[in-house]
């Protein structure tokens, strides 16, 4: 079976930075999408950002500029750099793997408090 484990979350201040790592392990094809969604209570989950087996990223609009999404296919890990975090950043981070119409799994979630 695959699993997706996420690492990084915790407690930071106001414009500080953050790096959340996830790893995918299992019996996996090297083309798909990496991502990474957040959610807060009573809101949908959202989409953070996205990034292709082909490099090709996505961000939402009020990450872009602060976040960066990255990852290396061979070992099935995507990383979010997060710069100028703000408190509306607060959110459990979940990292997602798919390759549409084979699969899509999700990690348990990280959580992130930007708080002074």
């Known amino acids: 079976q695959v699993q997706v484990v996420e690492s990084g979350g915790g407690l930071v201040q106001p414009g500080g930075s953050l790096r959340l790592s996830c790893a995918a392990s299992g019996s996996l094809f090297s083309s798909n999408v990496m991502s990474w969604y957040r959610q807060t209570p009573g809101k949908q989950r959202e989409l953070v950002a996205t990034i292709s087996s082909a490099g090709i990223t996505n961000y939402a609009d009020s990450v872009k500029g602060r976040f960066t999404i990255s990852r290396d296919s061979a070992k099935n890990t995507v990383s979010l750099q997060m710069n100028s975090l703000k408190p509306e950043d607060t959110a459990v981070y979940y990292c997602?793997?798919?390759?549409?119409?084979?699969?899509?799994?999700w990690g348990q979630g990280t959580q992130v408090t930007v708080s002074s």
């Open positions: 997602n793997v798919r390759r549409p119409g084979w699969y899509d799994f």
